[in-house]
């Protein structure tokens, strides 16, 4: 079992920044890959960004390309996501969440290990 738990959420303005952390403990070294989803009041979760444990390979969805930025800490077993230029259509939910095989890093059907989340709220 893996567990994450994510922090750094707050109330922003819009252009400001904010990090997420997202701390693993457990089994981690069943963890292929990580990611951050969004979920906003009445909408599905989407996908923000994934990254691979070992090579840090990344993936980003178009809407955060340029100003997210997803990385981990293997010796920390942490994954950040690095936010800037933020507006007020990022405002969700932000879970971590994580996977064991390679595949579609899009897709949330193919993490088992998920957060409680972290509400990321950005002002106009």
């Known amino acids: 079992q893996v567990r994450l738990v994510e922090s750094g959420g707050g109330l922003v303005q819009t252009g400001g920044s904010l990090r997420l952390s997202c701390a693993a403990s457990g089994r981690t070294f069943n963890v292929y890959a990580m990611g951050w989803f969004r979920q906003a009041p009445g909408k599905e979760r989407e996908f923000v960004a994934a990254?691979?444990?070992?090579?840090?390979?990344?993936y980003y969805a178009d809407s955060v390309k340029g100003r997210f930025t997803i990385s981990r800490d293997n010796g920390k077993n942490t994954m950040y996501l690095q936010m800037n230029s933020l507006k007020p259509e990022d405002t969700a939910v932000y879970y971590c969440?994580?996977?064991?095989?390679?595949?579609?890093?899009?897709?949330?059907?193919?993490?088992?290990?998920w957060g409680q989340g972290t509400q990321v709220t950005v002002s106009s």
């Open positions: 969440a994580g996977r064991w095989y390679s595949g579609n890093y899009y897709s949330r059907n193919e993490y088992g290990y």
């Open positions: 990254i691979t444990w070992s090579g840090g390979d990344t």
